[in-house]
């Protein structure tokens, strides 16, 4: 157990450093969604209205946290490989999902810097102070989103491997997600036939616990699906990261550059 | 005749080589999905907070995506250079630099019509946008003029570049700031004085309200100065960046800081 904790703390904290100095994935990674939550909350402000204002501010708090996991995790997998590391990742006697969920976790603690970063810029910028009623449900509904939102960046980094090209395709995934999770637009404003999509991704319940705590309501329902889905994700990574790595391994398409 | 060769033979290799990274694989995601969402990501936010209506931000999200190819291309023009090592061998050609680079940004205009375009018409079938049949061919021509002017500033950035190793990241900010500053998302009118200042100077900004002035109505002839001015940014721009593609070349070329990766 204390070498399964050591080696996740240790790959947690190299990828922290390393995302944390990079320009593209630590900087911009912050920076683009809390532009795209300015020209949000620039639309919202047209009309004035405060309760409008509070819904766009909590979401656009929150949207840099799917934000980091998209381009990222898409091509976490295929990096390693242009760096020919991909080899020892999948050598190494450990689950690929214990070499990759540290990564996704680090990930989302640049998600964290995010929410901060949006929290101070609104307050700067547009005078906005978010009413939270109660903080300490706020801050759990944020950890555990920032934790399902690990998880599916790791589905992602397993499920795009195959893909030549995963880093457009996780940069396709941005706006969908931003739609799709009720972050700036509520869920039943999208078509009928869309909002099914809302339903299994787990951030989409992260940001209802999220709107609940603030709101001076209960999150726990929210949190409950937003835990049980984001499992569901973890489950189903595990088992196709493992079926990946075999199949490569018996093709001998590891190297597929 | 020779800087003409340069001129459209060099863009034509340049366009061909732009299409070796440029598969399927990268452009339906990044030129076609991405502004599409976009699209429809603002139309709903428009729509959640009873503002501005579903052509006002299928216009501006269409006209803002243009930037993308327009920005990127440039840069690479520098930046997927210097990462292939060819970027010595490209500025040690006796060619003139001005067909060499213009050549070049010839095919980004018409990428950015290409992406802008496609964005509008999908804007317009999804979300079930009216606009008069008689205001698309001078819609067509207010695309090219913004695509001509985004490529203006992608010159810039290209130039920028020769110091700048994160270009994939200055791009993005560079998007970002047009996104916020030039009336894509809201009025100019609505958006605070400085930023309304600020956007003046930017390109896309005439642009949009040109093409939203047609989709409302209105005659080319009404926009012209906005076209106008729009084409002049561009311009403005495209000197700066081949101005500093010159001051920097030199300024590498001492420094020997060229091929620097």
Known sequence: MNALLHQQWTCYRLQLKVLSTSAFEGFLAVLFPLMFATSALLVYRVQDDPDAMQYAGLGAAIMGMWTCQGVVASSLLTRERWAGTLELVVAAPVAIARVIVPVTLAMSTIGLYSVVATIVWMRWVFDLRLHIESWPLFLVSVLATALTVALVGFFLAVTAVRFRYSWALGAALEYPGWILCGFLVPVTLLPVWIQPLSWVIPTTWGMAAIRSAADGGSPWGDLALCAATGAAYAVLAAWLGGRLVDSARRHATLALT | ?261
Not at chain 2, 22 to 35: C, D, E, F, K, R
Not at chain 2, 76 to 92: D, K, N
Request: aromatic fraction near 8%; include cysteine; hydrophobic fraction near 55%.
């Open chain 2, 1 to 261: 005749m020779t800087s003409l060769r340069i001129f459209f033979v060099g863009g034509l290799m340049s366009y061909r080589a732009m299409f070796g990274w440029l598969t399927p694989g990268v452009l339906i995601p990044s030129l076609l999905i991405s502004p599409i969402c976009q699209i429809l990501l603002f139309a709903f936010i428009g729509r959640s907070a009873g503002v501005g209506d579903d052509e006002f931000y299928v216009i501006g999200n269409a006209l803002n995506y243009a930037a993308i190819p327009c920005l990127f291309a440039m840069s690479a023009t520098i930046e997927g250079e210097r990462q292939a090592s060819t970027l010595s061998i490209v500025l040690t050609t006796p060619a003139r630099r001005l067909p060499l680079f213009l050549g070049r940004a010839l095919p980004v205009v018409v990428n950015g019509w290409c992406v802008a375009m496609v964005g509008v018409l999908a804007g317009v079938l999804l979300l079930d946008v009216h606009i008069p049949g008689a205001a698309w061919p001078a819609i067509l021509l207010v695309v090219v003029a913004t695509s001509v002017s985004c490529t203006g500033l992608g010159l810039a950035m290209g130039a920028v570049c020769l110091r700048v190793r994160e270009a994939a990241t200055f791009g993005n900010v560079i998007f970002c700031v047009l996104l916020v500053f030039s009336g894509v998302n809201v009025a100019q009118d609505d958006l605070p004085g400085w930023m309304a200042a600020v956007g003046d100077w930017l390109p896309l900004t005439h642009g949009i309200q040109a093409a939203r002035q047609l989709a409302d109505g209105a005659a080319l002839g009404s926009v012209a100065d906005l076209v106008l001015t729009e084409l002049a940014i561009g311009a403005v721009y495209a000197v700066l960046g081949l101005v500093l593609l010159r001051f920097l070349e030199q300024q590498s070329r001492r420094l020997d800081t060229l091929t620097r990766v």
